[in-house]
């Protein structure tokens, strides 16, 4: 039952897991059928601890890329680590993540995804780039801002050297309303949770993708 609904839910953290499970609860006894009183009560008691040791498996048999994410040496100084100072009543304020798609090794050339999530409303938006250079990463989150239904006031990624560059620190800092841009902490990958559980559960599609390369070096 739990992985079910953990796939269903877009395989979620174990700390958003629990709410869900409660919630969905009545409803997928409706659909699949009564659970024993002992099974209801475990679903309504188990801990998001719990929660990511039971579905350790589940989420090595869906998973699909390897994050590959190397420190950024520029401007660790500029940018500040967020320490949750956000006005997080507003839309506007993004989580950024790459993902590797090279299968089990990052020896070569491969396509890179990248993910955007507003930390209020979930909106998720996405593009690719070619070996993550920083002018191809610019490009795509300068494109994904286009699309946005909302104004961008904060941007928040890991440490990766495809983030932390000149090119994407001057795009968001040089404008009249200069956006917020921050950092996770060095290895603490919860700090960006809600782009993180969104790596894994989608793709973006081949009209959203920024290619970084000459036509005859292009993997898609």
Request: with cysteine.
């Amino acid at each position: 039952m739990v992985r079910k609904v953990w796939l269903t839910a877009e395989q979620p953290c174990g700390k958003r897991l629990v709410p869900i499970l409660r919630q969905w609860l009545p409803y997928y006894e409706q659909r699949f059928g009564s659970l024993s009183s002992q099974q209801r009560k475990l679903v309504r008691q188990v801990s998001a601890a719990t929660l990511d040791r039971l579905l350790a498996p589940a989420r090595a048999e869906h998973w699909r890329g390897r994050s590959g994410t190397k420190p950024g040496s520029l401007l660790r100084s500029e940018i500040p680590i967020r320490t949750g100072t956000w006005d997080l009543s507003r839309v506007g304020y993004l989580e950024a993540d790459s993902v590797a798609h090279c299968g089990g090794s990052l020896a070569g050339n491969f396509i890179w995804s990248l993910t955007y999530t507003d930390i209020l409303s979930g909106w998720t938006e996405g593009g690719a780039v070619w070996n993550k250079g920083a002018a191809g990463v610019m490009e795509a989150t300068r494109q994904v801002e286009q699309r946005l239904p909302f104004a961008l006031l904060g941007f928040d990624s890991d440490n990766g050297g495809e983030f932390l560059n000149h090119h994407l620190w001057s795009y968001m800092r040089e404008r009249p309303q200069a956006v917020e841009f921050t950092r996770s902490r060095p290895y603490h990958s919860d700090d960006n949770a809600h782009v993180e559980q969104k790596n894994w559960t989608w793709a973006p599609t081949p009209g959203l993708w920024t290619i970084g390369e000459p036509a005859a070096g292009r993997a898609d």
